[in-house]
C-alpha cells in the first residue's frame, strides 16, 4: 500500500525539521561555544501555559513578517491543501483512471519533493521570506494542475515541479524561524504554527464538500488555487517579508560598513 497525498505532506514537514536541526548543527560548529543558547548547561525557567501562549503571541504580532507568513499559511492549510487531500482523488475517481491514475500523480509529487528536499540541503537564498513567498505561489498551483485536464502523465509531472515548491517553502519557511525568532520563544512561535497547519486542516477538509456540490468541482479548484496564490502574493507584497535577509547575509553586507566605522 502505497502514500497517499497526505501522508506525502506529513512526511514533508518532518523532513524539513529535520533539515531544520541539520542547518542548525551547522550554524552552531562556527559560533564560539560560550554563545550557543543552552551552552552553560543553564535551563530556561518554567513559563505558565497561557503566559507563554501571550508571549508567543506577542513575538508574533511584533514581528510582521513572521504574522503575515502565519495569515498566508492558514490560507493554504485551509483553502489549497484540501484540493490534494480530498477534491484530488474525487477527480482522479470520476475523469480518470481511479487509484492507479492518482497513483501516478501522488508518485510525481513525491520525485518532486525529494528533489526540493536536496536543493534545500544546499541553497541559502540571503532574502528567505520572499522565497518563501514565491515558492507559496507555486505550491498552491496543485488545485488548477489537479484540474487542468492534462493526461495523468502532464499532471504528475506538474505536481513534481510543484513539490519542488512545497518542499522549499516549508523548508525555508520553518529554518526562517529558527534563525529570526530568539532561541528561548521558538517553541511559543511554533505552536501557533502549528497550531494552524494542524488545526486549520479539518475545518478545510470539511468545507471542500459542500463547497464543490455548491459551484462544482472544477471551478472550486480553480478558486483554491487563486485564493491560494494571491495569499502568497499578498505575503510578497509586505515590506519587512521582502526586505528580511539571512543573519549571515546581513553580517556580510554590514561587514564593510563596521570595518570604515571602526
Known amino acids: 500500500v502505497g502514500l497517499g497525498p497526505a501522508d506525502h505532506h506529513r512526511h514533508l514537514r518532518a523532513r524539513q525539521l529535520g533539515q531544520v536541526a541539520q542547518h542548525q548543527h551547522e550554524s552552531a560548529g562556527r559560533v564560539p561555544p560560550e554563545e550557543v543558547p543552552g551552552a552553560s548547561g543553564a535551563q530556561p525557567p518554567d513559563v505558565p501555559f497561557l503566559q507563554g501562549l501571550r508571549e508567543g503571541w506577542g513575538i508574533v504580532v511584533g514581528r510582521r513578517w513572521l504574522s503575515a507568513g502565519l495569515g498566508a499559511e492558514a490560507v493554504y ?3 489549497v491543501l484540501p484540493a490534494i487531500f480530498v477534491l484530488g482523488p474525487v477527480l482522479a475517481k470520476q475523469e480518470l483512471n481511479g487509484a492507479s491514475s492518482w497513483a501516478v500523480i501522488v508518485a510525481g509529487f ?4 525529494v528533489a526540493g528536499n536536496l536543493i534545500a540541503l544546499r541553497w541559502r537564498p540571503p532574502r528567505p521570506m520572499a522565497a518563501v513567498a514565491l515558492f507559496l505561489v507555486l505550491a498552491s498551483t496543485q488545485g488548477t494542475i489537479i484540474g487542468s485536464g492534462l493526461p495523468v502523465g502532464g499532471i ?4 513534481a515541479i510543484a513539490g519542488v515548491g512545497v518542499a522549499l517553502y516549508w523548508t525555508l519557511w ?22 494552524i497547519s494542524i488545526g486549520l486542516m479539518p475545518v478545510g477538509l470539511i468545507t471542500a464538500v459542500p463547497v464543490t456540490e455548491a459551484i462544482g468541482l472544477h471551478a472550486t479548484l480553480r478558486w483554491m488555487t487563486v485564493c ?3 495569499a502568497a502574493l499578498l505575503l510578497l507584497a509586505v515590506p519587512e517579508v521582502r526586505a ?3 543573519p549571515e547575509a546581513q553580517e556580510r553586507d554590514e561587514g564593510p560598513e563596521a570595518g570604515r566605522a571602526r
Open 156 to 159: 504528475a509531472i506538474l505536481e
Open 228 to 230: 491560494g496564490v494571491v
Open 174 to 195: 520553518d529554518t526562517t524561524v529558527q534563525e529570526q525568532v530568539p532561541p528561548d520563544a521558538v517553541a511559543r512561535v511554533s505552536s501557533y504554527d502549528y497550531g
Open 110 to 113: 513525491g520525485v518532486g519533493s
Open 77 to 79: 492549510t485551509l483553502v
Open 244 to 246: 528580511l535577509r539571512r
